[in-house]
């Protein structure tokens, strides 16, 4: 049996060959909300390798769990500009920063962080991210011209639509955790 980092990095591994890149790269809604959260996905999988080799790493620079999220939050916002998916298309170099940092500089960092944050630290970086992505919607939606050169308009508005659907799927979450405490079904 696999264990999770193991599977981590097949994951990343998968996602890295040329084939599978290009073709979830071809398609705007693909390469935003499934090939990056699953480089995320892949990261955080392999943060258990990197949290028992290196424990007094994250031991000293992520204690209470704050720099992990940061870094997390600015490679999220980063990688949801427009002309980085752009540039992850054109240039080699951003494509390789891309199969780096998702994985490395998002997941991992969100594995050891998350579970030293507080709830109301969790819930605050959810209703972030609700925000960014209802107002990253809003963007894609109704922008008067074409943000991205290497995808057609239909697929900016189509994607907005996505984001709006994360936001308003992360509304609903954020709902049922103040209506009902999950503590009581474990």
């Known amino acids: 049996m696999m264990n999770q980092s193991t599977l981590g990095l097949l ?3 998968f996602l890295i060959i040329p084939p599978v890149a290009n073709l979830m790269e071809s398609v705007m809604i693909i390469h935003m909300h499934m090939q990056m959260p699953l480089l995320i996905i892949a990261g955080f999988l392999m943060g258990k390798f990197f949290q028992m080799r290196f424990p007094r790493f994250f031991e000293k620079w992520n204690n209470n769990g704050i720099p ?5 939050i600015i490679i999220m916002a980063y990688w949801m500009l427009p002309r980085t998916m752009d540039e992850a298309l054109n240039l080699t170099s951003i494509e390789i920063f891309k199969f780096i940092s998702l994985p490395f500089l998002a997941g991992v960092p969100l594995r050891d962080s998350w579970r ?16 960014a992505f209802i107002f990253m919607g809003w963007l894609y939606i109704n922008s008067p011209i074409q943000l991205c050169n290497n995808y057609l308009v239909i697929e900016q508005i189509i994607l907005g639509w996505g984001f709006l659907t994360m936001g308003i ?3 609903v979450y954020l709902g049922y955790t103040f209506f009902v405490d999950p503590s009581d079904y474990v």
Request: proline residues 0%; hydrophobic residues 65%.
């Open 11 to 13: 994951l990343l591994v």
């Open 68 to 72: 992990g999220v940061l870094l997390f």
């Open 116 to 131: 030293k944050l507080s709830k109301f630290g969790k819930n605050t970086l959810i209703v972030l991210f609700t925000l």
């Open 169 to 171: 799927g992360l509304i």
